[in-house]
T-cell receptor, first 110, second 115 residues
């Protein structure tokens, strides 16, 4: 079992739909990152969370430390949101290492 | 303020050759991380460097791989005697500081293909 599990692996949505991507992890963490990787390969850091909730535009990220679970929500999805979304955690005892989930491939159709 | 710059974007090497991947962090950033993404796999941590020092290389293969971040110039990930299994996308990221609120900025990656 991977330390970081994401679901779903693949997600197809219609433009305008509300999207949720989930991330579960099995270790105590000091921080959790949500990343976006575009088809060209470039990676953008969306959020870094250690507790609670953060919002940026149409993106919302939440984390429940007790349940070892985080969600990334996209409201009013758009085709340009199509990308791979990656959850990564920094373990409490892993120093500088990030452990990554396998990613969720999101496709938003017009 | 340019972002994290990686070059080359694509690198083709034959088995046995050396590959040198460069990463220029964002201006003022002294923390650099290298990650590898094998085909159809997730990202994996390789090494964390702070100017002139290797802080954590626990994700680096024991042989053929080395990394440096000199006082002047970019960080270099060096792979000697490349093999087909080294074919992957190599990403670097930089940050201004380490800590709970550390924000990472990623480069566009170098796609290494070993023939």
């Amino acid at each position: 079992k991977n330390e970081v599990e994401q679901s779903p692996q693949n997600l197809t949505a219609q433009e305008g739909e509300f999207i949720t991507i989930n991330c579960s992890y099995s270790v105590g963490i000091s921080a959790l990152h949500w990343l976006q990787q575009h088809p060209g390969g470039g990676i953008v850091s969306l959020f870094m969370l250690s507790s609670g909730k953060k919002k940026h535009g149409r993106l919302i990220a939440t984390i429940n430390i007790q349940e070892k679970h985080s969600s990334l929500h996209i409201t009013a999805s758009h085709p340009r949101d199509s990308a791979v979304y990656i959850c990564a955690v920094r373990g409490e005892t892993s120093g500088s290492r990030l452990t990554f989930g396998e990613g969720t491939q999101l496709t938003v159709n017009p | 303020n340019a972002g994290v710059m990686q070059n080359p974007r694509h690198l083709v090497r034959r088995r046995g050759q050396e590959a040198r991947l460069r990463c220029s962090p964002m201006k003022g950033h002294s923390h650099v991380y290298w990650y590898r993404q094998l085909p159809e796999e997730g990202l994996k941590f390789m090494v964390y460097l702070q100017k002139e020092n290797i802080i954590d290389e626990s994700g680096m293969p024991k042989e053929r791989f080395s990394a440096e971040f000199p006082k002047e110039g970019p960080s270099i990930l060096r792979i000697q005697q490349v093999v087909r299994g080294d074919s992957a996308a190599y990403f670097c990221a930089s940050s201004l500081f380490r800590g709970p609120n550390e924000k990472l900025f990623f480069g566009s990656g170098t796609q290494l293909s070993v023939l």
